[in-house]
């Protein structure tokens, strides 16, 4: 079963941009941590089946988010390392 304060963040992250208030101050006042500690947390909730039942948008949703933020970051570092970019020896 799905904590208060996991559900909580879903809820969260279902209508954030509806605040007024900027997004880390809410994150700082509401869950009592850090953003980063936040995202953390956030990472380990989407993994867990109970979320899915909680809200399943939000949830398919934040996955491909952060697939593809994985995507963009792998393939910034096949750049930086010249991956792909057809030199040969």
């Known amino acids: 079963m799905l904590s208060e304060r996991h559900a909580a963040m879903l809820?969260?992250?279902r209508s954030w941009w509806e605040n007024t208030d900027?997004?880390?101050q809410v994150i700082r006042a509401r869950f009592q941590c850090s953003p980063d500690e936040y995202h953390a947390e956030?990472?380990?909730v989407?993994?867990?089946?109970a979320a899915m039942d909680h809200d399943p948008l939000?949830?398919?949703r934040l996955k491909r988010?952060?697939?593809r933020a994985r995507k963009l970051r792998h393939?910034?570092?096949e750049v930086?390392?010249?991956v792909g970019e057809g030199h040969h020896a």
Do not use: C, K, Q, Y
């Open 22 to 24: 900027p997004r880390d």
């Open 75 to 77: 393939g910034a570092a």
């Open 46 to 49: 989407l993994d867990d089946p």
């Open 80 to 82: 930086a390392a010249g």
């Open 58 to 60: 939000v949830v398919r």
């Open 42 to 44: 956030l990472t380990t």
């Open 11 to 13: 809820d969260f992250e």
């Open 65 to 67: 988010l952060r697939l």
